[in-house]
């Protein structure tokens, strides 16, 4: 067979390290695994490097196959930075985070220095407000949204007393207008981006709308008011006169003169 004939030949001459081999399914021959062998390549890859930052050293353990983000990532803890405000330099060269170690020739012992990125730092805390802002203005909206419903609610109520021809009272529309302002200035300060400045441009419509229609109810009522007080007025009047009249009914006979007039003519003669 041969496996066994030929095993001398494959695995060498001499050498006092056999290497066992294993005959595969369909007659390839292999070198059979070790996990000695796995465990010695395992303990080969992975280095030990020094990083100094500030006045400090940090002895980091890690695979001569990983990244210099990955590095970055296990600096976090010991150092307190975020990784992206990390800048690592290896032999006087700023590595990418995407560049391998053992690409960039990065060995057991070598030595790396640390370094503050300000620019990235100070871009990743103007993008973090930046979303703390979005954040904070989707909830006030929110809020303002729900206010405002309420709102439309006794709006929607009032016009639908007003179609009955029930009392309102200025006190309610009065209250429900300054309930509305309120929330409008309270949308005037809110600046949003994208979707957040259509919704606040959609609830400033609500408002303004609602706004209208209370003016509306408020002119129809001081309309119905002024009617009201003209015809009592008038009412009053004519009763004034009837009173007169039926206490005093010589003012109801036409005016008669005791004197009757006498026309004389005188005319001239002539000669």
């Known amino acids: 067979m041969f496996f066994s004939s030929r095993r001398g030949d494959i695995v060498g001459h001499g050498n006092t390290d056999i290497a066992e081999w294993e005959l595969r399914p369909g007659g390839m021959v292999v070198q059979k695994r070790n ?42 803890e010991p150092t307190g930075l975020h990784v992206q405000d990390q800048k690592l330099i290896y032999k006087n060269k700023e590595r990418d985070s995407k560049s391998y170690l053992d690409v960039e020739r990065v060995k057991d012992g070598s030595k790396l220095v640390l370094l503050v990125d300000v620019e990235s730092r100070e871009r990743r805390i103007l993008e973090k407000l930046k979303v703390i802002k979005k954040e904070k203005t989707s909830k006030s909206l929110t809020e303002i949204k729900l206010e405002v419903d309420k709102l439309c609610k006794k709006v929607a109520a009032l016009e639908a007393d007003d179609s009955r021809g029930g009392i309102i009272t200025e006190l309610d529309v009065e209250t429900l207008t ?51 007080k003209d015809e009592k007025k008038n009412n009053v009047h004519y009763g004034v006169e ?22 004389t003519t005188k005319w001239e003669t002539f000669d």
Do not use: C
């Open 242 to 263: 009837f009173q007169k009249r039926q206490g005093n009914p010589k003012q109801q006979q036409p005016m008669q003169h005791s004197d009757s007039v006498v026309v």
């Open 178 to 228: 300054e309930n509305l302002m309120r929330t409008l200035i309270a949308l005037d300060e809110i600046y949003g981006e994208d979707e957040l400045k259509l919704q606040r441009r959609e609830l400033v419509r609500r408002v303004q709308k609602h706004i209208e229609t209370l003016d509306m109810l408020r002119m129809t009522r001081q309309n119905s008011i002024s009617l009201k």
């Open 35 to 76: 996990s000695d062998v796995n465990q010695n390549f395992t303990s080969k890859s992975t280095i030990k490097v020094r990083v100094k930052y500030g006045s400090s050293y940090h002895h980091i353990q890690i695979s001569s196959h990983a990244s210099f983000g990955e590095l970055k990532k296990i600096l976090t």
